[in-house]
């Protein structure tokens, strides 16, 4: 009894000195629409413990994040370890957070609370920050503006090194909505504008024009005319949005230049699908400075999509080219099925208006491209039975986890979607194996490898956008080689047995030939 009472009286003094602070942080989901989480933090006095809520789920890269910005604070402020830390979470649809945006507001609440002053609750920030108070950008800006904005908030922060894609969407969303977006570069800058309403040592969003200057020192390499194709349409549809451009928002140009002239020069020197990834991302900005928003507008895009996954879908039913472009075309296929069905179901949404045209946008250029790559016929002798019997036997093999990536395959797999199915049992075994050998065979091996090149020889991207990429091009040819080599053994086992049916057959017949041979001409001897 005295026991528990000494317990009560401890934890009863321990609130006493505690102290909480709470921050909206914006999010984006799955279906990339934004949404803001609260997230409270409490210190209470004790050894230094940090403790997380469940449910929500917190997952491990918020979790690490959550670390670093402890770290950074407590190089700071040693006083850290003398309290405890109880991390919760609190939306109604949120059953999971994770990611490493969330870094910056995490640091902004834990030093207000060893300093115990107030924070302007009406002020948004995203931003990833490591041990060493380093601002790295992070992603969904525009998503986590708009989410902002309908929540009443005052103003964003984000990382000044944020992609100049975002900062374009950003500043037509700020103007058009009169909701300032601010860019920062250091975590002292931010705190002060959290606890002290300055402004002095933060900016209003700025734009600069790409830097394709890595492009021009690339060698060139081997590239598909097939998916060239794609990406020369891609191209055409690009230059032909820069005349709006021109005329409406001049202050773009540089920036929109500069993408058109590197996706140029990267699609001449053969890294086609590099060339399409920038042209991908950019005409999703584009489409938010040239729609009307109109309801006409949008129901002709729904119109266009639907059909055009119609077709896939019927392509995709009699398909007759390789594996890889199976692979390829369904997973865009897929992606846009997901996302048109996501704007639909959302559509009475007011935020959804303003994600309309790069959802519809993206659903389109998702689909035109699989519809092109399920007409890539090479007359094999392409078997989708076969292709299911061998995602069924690779999700057997990792039956017992149940990773992310798995969980999706295993999605994809029930709704009969085996080329998508695949796709992501590519991208799991590719977190298992080091590449060990780049001799690359086939297409869509050698343009992901080669897409890696680029990344690697770009600023903006670096190292470890290499190696996620490279290990999935490697894991890709190690799977279509497994695939085709199991095909191969049925194709000989076929023939072997084949072959043994015929030679029985012939030893049967010369059994019979040869009894018959022996009574006739014994007969004929007797006689």
Same mark, same amino acid.
């Given at each position: ?20 602070? @709470? ?62 830390? $109880? ?15 969330? %870094? ?35 992603? %969904? ?30 500043? *037509? ?23 002290? +309403? ?40 690009? @230059? ?7 005329? @409406? ?12 002239? %590197? ?43 639907? +059909? ?6 019927? @392509? ?8 890889? !472009? $199976? ?9 846009? *099925? ?99 050998? !780049? ?14 090149? $680029? ?16 290990? !999935? ?44 041979? !022996?009574?006739? +001409?014994? %007969?004929?001897?007797?006689?």
């Amino acid at each position: 009894m005295r026991h528990n009472i000494f317990l009560f009286l401890t934890l009863f003094l321990s609130l006493i000195y505690s102290n909480s602070v @709470n921050l909206d942080l914006p999010a984006v989901s799955s279906e990339n629409i934004g949404s803001l989480v609260n997230l409270n933090i409490t210190a209470i006095n004790g050894t230094g413990e940090i403790y997380f809520s469940i449910p929500p789920y917190v997952g491990v890269s918020y979790q690490e994040s959550y670390t670093q910005a402890f770290n950074y604070i407590k190089s700071q402020n040693k006083n850290l370890e003398n309290y405890d830390f $109880y991390i919760t979470f609190s939306n109604e649809k949120t059953s999971l957070v994770e990611g490493a945006s969330g %870094g910056v507001a995490t640091a902004v609440i834990i030093k207000s609370l060893m300093e115990n002053v107030p924070v302007n609750e009406s002020i948004i920030i995203t931003g990833e920050i490591n041990s060493m108070g380093n601002i790295l950008p992070v992603g %969904g800006i525009p998503e986590k503006l708009i989410a902002s904005y309908f929540s009443n908030k005052s103003m964003i922060l984000i990382p000044s090194s944020s992609s100049v894609n975002e900062k374009v969407i950003c500043e *037509k969303l700020s103007e058009g909505f009169s909701f300032p977006v601010y860019e920062y570069d250091s975590f002292n800058s931010v705190y002060d504008v959290y606890t002290k +309403n300055s402004l002095k040592d933060i900016n209003l969003i700025t734009l600069s024009k790409d830097n394709f200057s890595n492009v021009y020192n690339l060698p060139e390499v081997e590239t598909h005319t097939f998916f060239n194709v794609i990406v020369f349409d891609m191209l055409t549809s690009y @230059n032909n949005n820069m005349v709006s451009l021109l005329q @409406n928002y001049p202050q773009f140009m540089p920036y929109f230049n500069s993408i058109q002239e %590197g996706s140029s020069e990267l699609y001449n020197k053969g890294y086609s699908y590099s060339a399409g990834n920038e042209l991908f991302l950019t005409l999703e900005t584009i489409s938010y400075l040239t729609s009307s928003y109109s309801d006409d507008e949008f129901t002709s895009k729904e119109d266009d999509v639907y +059909n055009c996954l119609e077709r896939t879908k019927k @392509n995709l039913d009699m398909f007759e080219g390789t594996l890889e !472009y $199976y692979i390829a075309s369904e997973v865009r296929y897929v992606k846009a *099925k997901d996302t048109i069905d996501s704007y639909v179901n959302e559509s009475d949404k007011p935020s959804i208006r303003i994600y309309a045209p790069a959802l519809l946008l993206r659903s389109e250029l998702w689909c035109v491209s699989a519809e092109s790559m399920s007409t890539y016929n090479k007359n094999t002798d392409f078997d989708r039975e076969k292709v299911k019997s061998f995602v069924e036997n690779k999700l057997i093999l990792y039956s017992g986890n149940f990773s992310s990536l798995l969980n999706t395959a295993r999605q994809y797999y029930a709704e009969g979607y085996y080329g998508a199915s695949l796709n992501e049992i590519i991208s799991y075994e590719a977190e298992l194996f080091n590449c060990t050998d !780049y001799n690359f065979t086939y297409d869509w091996s050698k343009m992901m490898y080669n897409h890696a090149v $680029y990344l690697n020889s770009s600023d903006k991207y670096g190292n470890n956008s290499y190696n996620e990429i490279s290990r !999935y091009a490697c894991s890709y040819e190690r799977i279509l080689r497994e695939y085709d080599s199991l095909n191969e053994v049925k194709k000989e086992s076929v023939f072997d047995n084949t072959c043994m049916g015929v030679c029985v057959l012939l030893i049967f017949i010369l059994f019979i030939l040869s009894i018959l041979y !022996y009574v006739l +001409n014994k %007969g004929w001897i007797n006689g």
